[in-house]
């Protein structure tokens, strides 16, 4: 049984989404992050970078539990554990990989920056300019892969997975999703996954 410590934001719906993906059953334990919680000395034991979302496996490898944090480890892990969502043939593997290391490096961090700034009260100019003129770059990248593969690896991959929620906060970094026609239609398919539906509500409050 997987233990789920999330919240409702991109990186918490990236593991929700993938575990209604494979199917595998997981418990809720919601960590509000508006109110402290991931500063709790009990929840930094699992997480010590305070931040959801983190995973315990009772039943990791050897039979023993295993604690996870870093959401795209938890991608990675969850695929291997499971044996999908992430290809075995090193070419599409490595491709997978590459836009999996895209987000967690790029979309991720530019995004939520574009949205902190965005949000903030005393409005920086030039911060709102930098990070919402790199989001509308990374969303560049994106549209071009997608204009000649259906999914960011091809098939649908923890890549996606992990990109998606991103893209799901197009308004809150003021980017309109039909000036990059090839990342609304993927965002289009991907938000019709029954899986993926179940995953943006968790947690539920
Ligand atoms: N690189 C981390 C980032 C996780 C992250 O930034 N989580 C945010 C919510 S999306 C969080 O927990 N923030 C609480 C805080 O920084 O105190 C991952 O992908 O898991």
Same mark, same amino acid.
């Given at each position: 049984?997987?233990?789920? +410590?999330?919240?409702?934001? #991109? %990186?918490? $719906?990236?593991? =929700? !989404?993938?575990?209604?993906?494979?199917?595998?059953?997981?418990?809720?334990?919601?960590?509000?992050?508006?109110?402290?919680?991931?500063?709790?000395?009990? +929840?930094?034991?699992?997480? #010590? %970078?305070? $931040?959801?979302? =983190? !995973?315990?496996?009772?039943?990791?490898?050897?039979?023993?539990?295993?604690?996870?944090?870093?959401?795209?480890?938890?991608?990675?892990?969850?695929?291997?554990?499971?044996?999908?969502?992430?290809?075995?043939?090193?070419?599409?593997?490595?491709?997978?990989?590459?836009?999996?290391?895209?987000?967690?490096?790029?979309?991720?961090?530019?995004?939520?920056?574009?949205?902190?700034?965005?949000?903030?009260?005393?409005?920086?100019?030039?911060?709102?300019?930098?990070?919402?003129?790199?989001?509308?770059?990374?969303?560049?990248?994106?549209?071009?892969?997608?204009?000649?593969?259906?999914?960011?690896?091809?098939?649908?991959?923890?890549?996606?997975?992990?990109?998606?929620?991103?893209?799901?906060?197009?308004?809150?970094?003021?980017?309109?999703?039909?000036?990059?026609?090839?990342?609304?239609?993927?965002?289009?398919?991907?938000?019709?996954?029954?899986?993926?539906?179940?995953?943006?509500?968790?947690?539920?409050?």
């Amino acid at each position: 049984m997987i233990q789920l +410590y999330t919240w409702g934001t #991109p %990186n918490g $719906k990236k593991a =929700s !989404i993938m575990l209604e993906e494979l199917g595998m059953p997981y418990e809720v334990h919601p960590i509000n992050i508006g109110q402290g919680d991931q500063f709790k000395p009990e +929840y930094l034991a699992i997480n #010590p %970078n305070n $931040k959801i979302p =983190s !995973i315990i496996d009772t039943d990791g490898p050897g039979g023993k539990p295993f604690t996870l944090f870093e959401s795209g480890a938890i991608l990675m892990y969850l695929a291997e554990k499971s044996g999908k969502l992430w290809p075995a043939d090193l070419r599409q593997r490595y491709t997978v990989m590459q836009w999996l290391m895209f987000q967690m490096g790029g979309v991720g961090p530019m995004f939520g920056q574009a949205n902190y700034f965005y949000r903030l009260e005393e409005k920086i100019p030039y911060a709102i300019e930098r990070y919402h003129k790199e989001a509308l770059r990374l969303y560049g990248v994106l549209e071009k892969a997608l204009s000649h593969n259906e999914f960011l690896a091809g098939e649908y991959s923890i890549a996606d997975i992990a990109t998606y929620p991103w893209v799901w906060r197009h308004e809150m970094h003021h980017v309109g999703l039909e000036d990059f026609p090839h990342v609304k239609r993927w965002y289009d398919n991907i938000s019709a996954r029954p899986a993926v539906k179940r995953g943006m509500e968790i947690p539920k409050r």
